[in-house]
């Protein structure tokens, strides 16, 4: 099973361009990853998913290596309400695969003005 | 509307008590989920439910039950609950869309046992 790896926090100030690395070294060919945000007290929401190169959207983007044994989120530009806990979530897509959707430690993400 | 909809949002109760948990998605999503957060904020998958297939994850205890009514239901049942069990647990639905599968989460159930 893939095992995922985040720093445990990072800070950063308000405009600047945030990457979080997660590694997933134990990744299979049929993986994919995601990463998901949290707010205190609310459930994750979905930021983004690729499975390589590069993925980007209104939000984020993805950037994965041709090894695929890691990944980078990278939030451009963050604000103080980007201060969250960000998951990386590594796991084939098709549905129901439990057990096989590991998601990491999550990395707590301070926006400082 | 609320996609994703879990009751009751806190829940206190005794050791050795029964419990369940409500989940609905109005989402017509044919996959729910429940996952258990502890306080390290470890998210781990516990039940999936898949157009009527359940799929446990080895490392949870049978005392913990999935109960589907219909599609868009997804109740977890407890039994003899131990302090263990304190967490945070979500429900979630997803859907696939090509090559892209989103999990839709809902608010969390805040589990207490004294």
């Known amino acids: 099973l893939a095992k995922t790896t985040q720093p445990i926090s990072m800070d950063s100030y308000e405009g600047q361009e945030v990457n979080i690395t997660c590694s997933h070294n134990n990744i299979a060919t049929n993986d994919y990853i995601t990463w998901y945000q949290q707010f205190p007290s609310q459930g994750p929401r979905f930021i983004i998913q690729g499975y390589k190169t590069k993925v980007t959207n209104e939000v984020a983007s993805l950037f994965i290596p041709a090894d695929r044994k890691s990944s980078t989120l990278s939030l451009p530009r963050v604000s103080l309400s980007d201060t969250a806990v960000y998951y990386c979530l590594v796991g084939p897509l098709t549905s129901g695969n439990t057990g096989k959707l590991i998601f990491g430690q999550g990395t707590t993400l301070q926006v400082k003005p | 509307d609320t996609a994703v909809s879990q009751t009751p949002k806190y829940l206190v109760t005794q050791m050795g008590n029964d419990k369940s948990i409500k989940c609905e998605q109005n989402l017509g999503h044919d996959t729910m989920y429940w996952y258990k957060q502890d306080s390290k904020k470890f998210l781990k998958i516990m039940f999936s439910?898949?157009?009527?297939?359940?799929?446990i994850n080895e490392t949870v205890p049978n005392r913990f039950s999935p109960k589907s009514p219909d599609k868009a239901h997804l109740n977890l049942h407890i039994n003899s609950l131990e302090l263990g069990d304190s967490a945070v647990y979500f429900c979630?639905?997803?859907?696939?869309?090509?090559?892209?599968?989103?999990?839709?989460f809902g608010p969390g159930t805040r589990l207490l046992v004294l």
């Open positions: 439910y898949n157009n009527k297939e359940l799929i």
């Open positions: 979630a639905s997803s859907r696939r869309s090509g090559r892209q599968e989103t999990q839709y």
